[in-house]
T-cell receptor
Framework: GQNIDQPTEMTATEGAIVQINCTYQ??????LFWYQQHAGEAPTFLSY????GLEEKGRFSSFLSRSKGYSYLLLKELQMKDSASYLC????????????FGKGTRLSVIA | DVKVTQSSRYLVKRTGEKVFLECVQD?????MFWYRQDPGLGLRLIYF???????EKGDIPEGYSVSREKKERFSLILESASTNQTSMYLC????????????FGEGSWLTVV
């Protein structure tokens, strides 16, 4: 089966750094994605990891360890607009295999 | 920019009605998907299609069907709507290559009364 776990909710302070963890157990692995979803809106793509290590993109970074089935999304210099749900998704095989999503982590950024 | 357009943002339908949710993408993507999203359950895949006239069941296909007559259009059909199908429905599309992300439409909020 496929299982993707991430915390349900997190709260962090404006200007701080927050790390959102994701662990996965899937039948195979061919990439991990992070999406951001503001309330009432569609998810938007943030990052993609297929090899171990850190991918940095501005204030957002994503890390992957395939041997541990683990990823995290790191958000630096938090802003109020970063309050959203963050979805971890895994593609378990090549080609047309759909993404399997975790249930999402709702992040609240407070002043 | 990739554009995935869902024809209806908000719908209210009666139990037993036939419901059509339409989705169009403008980037010549091979793959198209229908997900539903519910509080506490996350995104769950209903059906997907990797080519015209091709369809594959996702995790929760019961009570739904789909149609893909043209590459750019993927329709979700609820043959006889029920209250437990009240949800947010998200259409998405992607290229075939594994590294390609999927792009979502804005979502359709369906309420069945």
């Amino acid at each position: 089966g496929q299982n993707i776990d991430q915390p349900t909710e997190m709260t962090a302070t404006e200007g701080a750094i927050v790390q959102i963890n994701c662990t996965y157990q899937t039948s195979g692995f061919n990439g991990l994605f992070w999406y951001q979803q503001h309330a009432g809106e569609a998810p938007t793509f943030l990052s993609y990891n297929v090899l171990d290590g850190l991918e940095e993109k501005g204030r957002f970074s994503s890390f992957l360890s395939r041997s541990k089935g683990y990823s995290y999304l790191l958000l630096k210099e938090l802003q109020m607009k970063d309050s959203a749900s963050y979805l971890c998704a895994v593609r378990s095989s090549y080609g047309n295999t759909p993404l399997v999503f975790g249930k999402g982590t709702r992040l609240s950024v407070i002043a | 920019d990739v554009k995935v357009t869902q024809s209806s943002r908000y719908l209210v339908k009666r139990t037993g009605e036939k419901v059509f949710l339409e989705c169009v993408q403008d980037m010549d993507h091979e793959n198209m998907f229908w997900y539903r999203q519910d509080p506490g359950l996350g995104l769950r895949l209903i059906y997907f299609s990797y080519d015209v006239k091709m369809k594959e069941k996702g995790d929760i296909p019961e009570g739904y069907s789909v149609s893909r007559e043209k590459k750019e259009r993927f329709s979700l059909i609820l043959e006889s709507a029920s209250t437990n199908q009240t949800s947010m429905y998200l259409c998405a599309s992607s290229l075939v290559s594994s590294g390609n992300t999927i792009y979502f439409g804005e979502g359709s909020w369906l309420t069945v009364v």
